[in-house]
């Protein structure tokens, strides 16, 4: 397994863009496929956004297409999501998980970072 780690969260206001990373260990980062989740206080953790091994398939979540992208860099073992025009809604802990494949659901997934703080005040 991958090991993880995020960085890149902090707190700013609606409208303002964050890029998360999320470094990876371990193993070889190219063998895996890659995803973000969120999860706000009391609610549970969502997909935001997947990549293929390469960086050529991506998947979103309805409420980031148009507004996040996610990237990889596989000769820097990173994992980015690039947020723009966020909303207090974003506000959530966000995670980057390695997988097999490029699913939308987190018990696909096998290896988690453990999480940076997004804070979107309006």
């Known amino acids: 397994q991958l090991q993880l780690v995020e960085s890149g969260g902090g707190l700013v206001q609606a409208g303002d863009s964050l890029r998360l990373s999320c470094v990876a260990s371990g193993r070889t980062f190219s063998h895996y496929c890659m995803a973000w989740f969120r999860q706000a206080p009391g609610k549970e953790r969502e997909f935001v956004a997947a990549?293929?091994?390469?960086?050529?398939?991506?998947l979103y979540a309805d409420s980031a297409k148009g507004r996040f992208t996610i990237a990889r860099d596989n000769a820097k073992n990173t994992v980015f999501l690039q947020m723009n025009s966020l909303k207090p809604e974003d506000t959530a802990v966000y995670y980057c998980?390695?997988?097999?494949?490029?699913?939308?659901?987190?018990?696909?997934?096998?290896?988690w970072g453990q999480g940076t703080q997004v804070t979107i005040s309006s």
């Open positions: 990549i293929n091994w390469g960086g050529g398939r991506t």
């Open positions: 998980a390695a997988g097999n494949y490029y699913y939308t659901s987190s018990t696909q997934y096998h290896s």
